[in-house]
């Protein structure tokens, strides 16, 4: 490859890659200002959103099998739960939906 190749090809690699942080940035934004316009449609503290995403997922939590106290759903699965008193871990409900839940 001659000298004027290679310098083109890095030039042309540069360019591409500020052109995918450009993209990056600017998505960034979009989101953060479609987050703060929804956030001022929401009259809500930020403990009563707290307690609403708990309350949720406690309601989707299923009783132990072994004991029959709160246990909750294990990250990364589709159907393991974990006692959060004795630490038994079992098999229960999907918690995922389908289209998510590893294969």
Request: overall charge negative; proline content about 11%; some cysteine.
């Given at each position: 490859m001659s000298d004027s190749a290679a310098i083109l090809f890095n030039v042309s690699l540069v360019l591409l890659v500020l052109a995918i942080v450009a993209i990056i940035v600017r998505a960034v934004r979009l989101t953060n200002v479609s987050i703060s316009n929804a956030s001022r449609h929401l009259n809500l503290t930020q403990s009563e959103v707290a307690r609403r995403?708990?309350?949720?997922?406690?309601?989707?939590?299923v009783p132990c099998q072994r004991?029959?106290?709160?246990?909750?759903?294990?990250?990364?699965?589709?159907?393991?739960?974990?006692?959060?008193?004795?630490?038994?871990?079992?098999?229960?409900?999907?918690?995922?939906?389908?289209?998510?839940?590893?294969?």
């Open positions: 995403v708990v309350d949720e997922i406690r309601a989707t939590d004991c029959g106290l709160q246990t909750f759903a294990m990250l990364g699965t589709g159907d393991r739960y974990t006692c959060e008193t004795c630490y038994f871990e079992f098999q229960g409900p999907p918690h995922m939906p389908p289209d998510m839940s590893p294969e």
